[in-house]
């Protein structure tokens, strides 16, 4: 186990790279409500954002020195928060999301309506006014 020095060394970095962090999935809407609509890119969208994420923190280890090796750090860094982060954005936020459902209204008779209007239905944030298919 670390001790409290290394803890402390480690803490104000990467207490940095987590907040720069949360600006780097704000700007993609990581964080907006019409994410949930789009469930199967959110990985590839969380591993695009870890990537600028983990490049702009090693880019600021090598302007400032902090004092601590970055190269294992930042490999523990971006293998656990893009684990939290997926494994929340998939399974913990659709479960504890206190949003009222929202109603939509798909109109048209092509392919594409009737997928949107599929998609809709499934979202647990819409609910579909006339379902037809």
């Not at 803490?11 to 720069?20: A, V």
């Not at 999935?25 to 994410?35: A, Q, S, T, V």
Request: charged share 10%; with cysteine; glycine share 4%.
């Amino acid at each position: 186990m670390p001790t409290q020095a290394i803890i402390s060394e480690h803490l104000n970095p990467f207490w940095f790279f987590s907040c720069s962090g949360f600006l780097f999935f704000l700007l993609p809407g990581l964080y907006d409500r019409h994410i949930s609509l789009v469930r199967k890119s959110i990985p590839a969208l969380v591993l695009k954002v870890q990537f600028f994420n983990i490049l702009c923190a090693a880019l600021m280890f090598f302007a400032f020195p902090f004092g601590i090796e970055p190269k294992t750090n930042l490999a523990i860094y971006l293998v656990i928060s893009t684990a939290f982060v997926i494994g929340w954005r998939l399974y913990v936020y659709p479960r504890i999301t206190t949003a009222k459902p929202m109603r939509a209204l798909v109109v048209g008779n092509s392919e594409e309506a009737l997928a949107i209007a599929h998609m809709f239905a499934r979202s647990p944030f819409l609910k579909i006014l006339n379902p037809s298919s």
